[in-house]
């Protein structure tokens, strides 16, 4: 049942549209305005000009068309999640958005590659302690930088650090990192479409796709799971709705890209205004990982849908400069309008800190200094994690 059939609520992000009030005539009866005085006048009704056309384009000055009137507008509405969406039941939506199962914690295959030594790296805490100095204290003069300085320096940082395996595992030189690429991905859900689309941060891709988590026999399973709702919230709640749109899927890079397979999406906080609880970043992480292999899926497999005979997997990272999120998605299935059959499935690792504390100068309250300057707290498992991450698919 359509969630407008089903008496939920329905709410928009994007900016309303303007009701025209309409005009009464009344046969035989003419209003009197103030046109002729040339200034308001209370108690006579406001005149009616036509509109004034300069005869040149002025941009600063367009106004444009009607939603109706646009070549692309149509009559059934599209829901649609960009990179500024922040959904009120956060990973339970998008799981619900996705149709698919939520598993705690990292893959085996991913655990199992954390905790082998040999594919650490050289004096790994060192170096990722002199990563996070150098983010947090060398690569600013201020005595407490914002996160939109500092997140960008520590990831970039982290990934250098990982990409001095290479030497160990030359596979990781077939990968390419890309920034600001626009991504689009609709699909059905019920009776409702959705999409979605825009520039969602830095990805990595590379030239042989990721190797399937769960075999075909844990993928069937899936088919016994009931998926979460939560009523009386609609599910496409907090979601932009648009009636001028494009059914059209598209990876971000032509065809015949070298590296044309989604490897890892790198998700930094945003800006203050547009910032997400951790709730709804995790969502936005899901959302944006699931688009990928979509779009992967659609362009290998087709657009019918269907239950893929190889699933495609799509990981993604999230941090605020501190914390960090780890998700890995499997696409097991493309047939997503009904809630029956084959889910995807979603491991989620959350909230881990890479550190407790970075000061550049000590906390000091009463004459007491409860956090020292430096650097405190350093977490090697994060990191860990963080490289098997890297190494997936190519160990």
């Known amino acids: 049942m359509s969630p407008r059939q089903s008496g939920f609520v329905e709410h928009s992000k994007g900016p309303p549209q303007r009701k025209s009030t309409p005009d009464v005539h009344i046969p035989g009866l003419e209003p009197i305005t103030y046109a002729d005085r040339m200034h308001y006048v209370p108690g006579l009704?406001?005149?009616?000009?036509?509109?004034?056309?300069?005869?040149?384009?002025?941009?600063?000055?367009?106004?444009?068309?009607?939603?109706?009137?646009?070549?692309?507008?149509?009559?059934?509405?599209?829901?649609?999640?960009?990179?500024?969406?922040?959904?009120?039941?956060?990973?339970?939506?998008?799981?619900?958005?996705?149709?698919?199962?939520?598993?705690?914690?990292?893959?085996?295959?991913?655990?199992s590659l954390a905790e082998d030594p040999a594919n650490q790296v050289d004096n790994q805490d060192e170096r990722v302690e002199q990563a996070i100095k150098h983010a947090r204290f060398w690569d600013t003069t201020e005595?407490?930088?914002?996160?939109?300085?500092?997140?960008?320096?520590?990831?970039?940082?982290?990934?250098?650090?990982?990409?001095?395996?290479?030497?160990?595992?030359?596979?990781?030189?077939?990968?390419?990192?890309?920034?600001?690429?626009?991504?689009?991905?609709?699909?059905?859900?019920?009776?409702?479409?959705?999409?979605?689309?825009?520039k969602n941060g830095t990805l990595m891709s590379s030239v042989s796709p990721l190797p399937a988590i769960a075999g075909k026999e844990e993928v069937a399973s899936t088919a016994d799971y009931v998926l979460e709702t939560f009523y009386p919230i609609a599910p496409t709640i907090d979601l932009q709705l648009t009636h001028v749109y494009q059914?059209?899927?598209?990876?971000?890079?032509?065809?015949?890209?070298?590296?044309?397979?989604?490897?890892?999406v790198f998700h930094l906080e945003a800006k203050r205004p547009f910032r997400l609880f951790p709730e709804q970043l995790r969502a936005k992480m899901i959302m944006f990982a699931f688009a990928n292999a979509l779009a992967r899926a659609q362009a290998c497999y087709g657009t019918q849908p269907q239950v893929l005979e190889q699933p495609v997997v799509v990981q993604s990272v999230a941090t605020n400069g501190r914390v960090f999120q780890f998700i890995v998605l499997q696409l097991n299935t493309?047939?997503?309008?009904?809630?029956?059959?084959?889910?995807?499935?979603?491991?989620?690792?959350?909230?881990?800190?890479?550190?407790?504390?970075?000061?550049?100068?000590?906390?000091?309250?009463?004459?007491?200094?409860?956090v020292p300057a430096g650097l405190a707290g350093y977490q090697p498992d994060t990191f860990k994690k963080f490289l098997a991450l890297y190494l997936h698919g190519a160990v």
């Open 45 to 111: 009704a406001k005149p009616v000009f036509p509109p004034w056309e300069r005869g040149w384009h002025d941009p600063y000055h367009y106004t444009g068309p009607k939603n109706q009137e646009m070549p692309l507008y149509k009559e059934k509405p599209c829901y649609v999640f960009h990179r500024r969406t922040s959904v009120l039941e956060g990973v339970r939506q998008a799981l619900w958005l996705t149709k698919s199962k939520r598993i705690n914690g990292l893959p085996s295959q991913i655990v």
């Open 143 to 198: 005595d407490r930088p914002s996160k939109e300085t500092f997140c960008p320096v520590l990831l970039n940082d982290l990934l250098h650090l990982c990409r001095t395996v290479q030497v160990k595992h030359p596979a990781l030189g077939k990968r390419m990192l890309a920034e600001d690429y626009t991504l689009a991905a609709y699909w059905n859900r019920g009776e409702d479409l959705f999409q979605v689309r825009g």
């Open 247 to 264: 059914e059209k899927t598209h990876t971000g890079f032509k065809e015949g890209y070298p590296y044309p397979h989604a490897h890892t």
């Open 334 to 370: 493309t047939e997503l309008e009904m809630d029956t059959g084959v889910k995807n499935m979603v491991w989620l690792e959350q909230d881990l800190p890479l550190y407790d504390y970075a000061k550049v100068r000590p906390l000091i309250k009463k004459k007491v200094v409860e």
